[in-house]
């Protein structure tokens, strides 16, 4: 495929995060590029992300390998292994990171600026896999939001 601008790509927004976990990605703007390509097996977004917006909630896949690539602007990755303190890393333009499913560190960047951020975002391995997140009672799995006691999150109605 020739050249592709990821902007041409309508955005979406938020999560299907259950209420309050959604708020602090509520405006955060994704596009899905591997649906472009036609990627089965890979996943890519590309996110935007307005000051004081998250990523995500600070999560880990037990399956699913992760990769981000700063383009514009700056982040803070938070990351750690849950029940530790996490530690905080500011992201600049061409800066990279990954995690490998399974490896237990939680992560998500957050916008501190006053000005837009953008990152690629690519994944492979179980896309419909599960995992959880450190600083909530929340696991996901390809059923769903549960607590981290089994019972499930109220499916969006």
Request: aromatic share 10%.
């Amino acid at each position: 495929m020739p050249k592709f601008d990821p902007t041409a790509i309508p955005a979406a927004c938020g999560s299907d995060y259950p209420p309050p976990y959604d708020a602090p990605v509520a405006s955060r703007q994704y596009r899905r590029m591997a649906p472009v390509f036609g990627f089965g097996a890979l996943g890519a977004s590309y996110v935007t992300l307005e000051p004081g917006v998250w990523s995500s909630q600070r999560h880990w896949h037990d399956e699913e390998d992760e990769l981000v690539v700063m383009v514009a602007g700056t982040a803070v990755l938070i990351e750690g292994r849950e029940g530790e303190a996490p530690t905080r890393t500011l992201l600049s333009p061409g800066d990279v990171c990954g995690w490998a499913g399974g490896d237990g560190i939680a992560h998500h960047l957050v916008n501190e600026s006053d000005a837009d951020c953008t990152f690629v975002a690519v994944s492979a391995g179980n896309a419909q896999g599960s995992g959880g997140y450190a600083d909530i009672d929340m696991l996901f799995a390809a059923d769903g939001y549960f607590h981290k006691d089994g019972r499930p999150y109220p499916a969006e109605a």
